[in-house]
């Protein structure tokens, strides 16, 4: 007699005398862990076989592979999602934690007379309105430590404070270089060109 037919067995044993504590509990302990493989299963072959483009939550995900430039953006993206809590109040630069990698731009982050800390000092900050990607100028995937994307950046912010009010708009080229660190892309550091 095989699992399946010993469970329609017991089914039919419950339902025309009920079961006991006991039967309960070990069809508890049986079928739970079988549920969970089961959906695990499931969901490791619904994921192998969707063959869309990576989200930022998968691109955080995936270890040791080369950088996509959909997931180059996506950083750049949740870079540009965590600026307002580091150019501004509660001037978090630790919120860069999961997008700026121990490089250049995160040690400026940090520094004690960096911008962050000038910001804070002086109770300045940004205001971001926008900041979109037009254009991929280019894209290098073939440096291996340091993969980095060119992007041509339309961008609006404000810098306020007492005494300043001072709105910015301009459309620029972007470089950002990327280093792999957690098992994740992050910006290792970026510069206007």
Not at 39 to 56: D, E, R, W
Not at 137 to 147: A, I, L, R
């Amino acid at each position: 007699m095989n699992l399946h037919q010993r469970m329609i067995k017991v089914s039919k044993t419950m339902a025309s005398r009920g079961f006991s504590n006991q039967t309960a509990l070990f069809l508890i302990a049986i079928g739970y862990p079988l549920g969970l493989i089961g959906l695990a299963i499931i969901y490791s072959s619904v994921v192998q076989n969707t063959g869309g483009s990576p989200t930022v939550s998968q691109a955080k995900i995936v270890p040791n592979e080369q950088i996509t430039e959909q997931t180059a953006r996506s950083v750049i993206e949740e870079w540009w999602g965590v600026r307002s809590r580091i150019f501004a109040s509660p001037y978090d630069a630790a919120a860069a934690s999961d997008s700026v990698a121990a490089g250049p731009l995160w040690s400026d982050l940090n520094k004690v007379d960096g911008p962050v800390a000038w910001l804070k000092n002086n109770n300045q900050n940004y205001t971001y309105q926008e900041t979109t990607i037009k254009q991929v100028v280019s894209f290098d995937s073939q440096h291996v430590t340091n993969p980095s994307i060119v992007v041509r950046v339309k961008y609006q912010d404000i810098l306020s404070g007492p005494g300043i009010y001072r709105p910015s708009s301009n459309t620029a080229n972007f470089k950002y270089i990327f280093a792999e660190e957690g098992g994740r892309w992050k910006i290792w550091n970026y510069e206007k060109v």
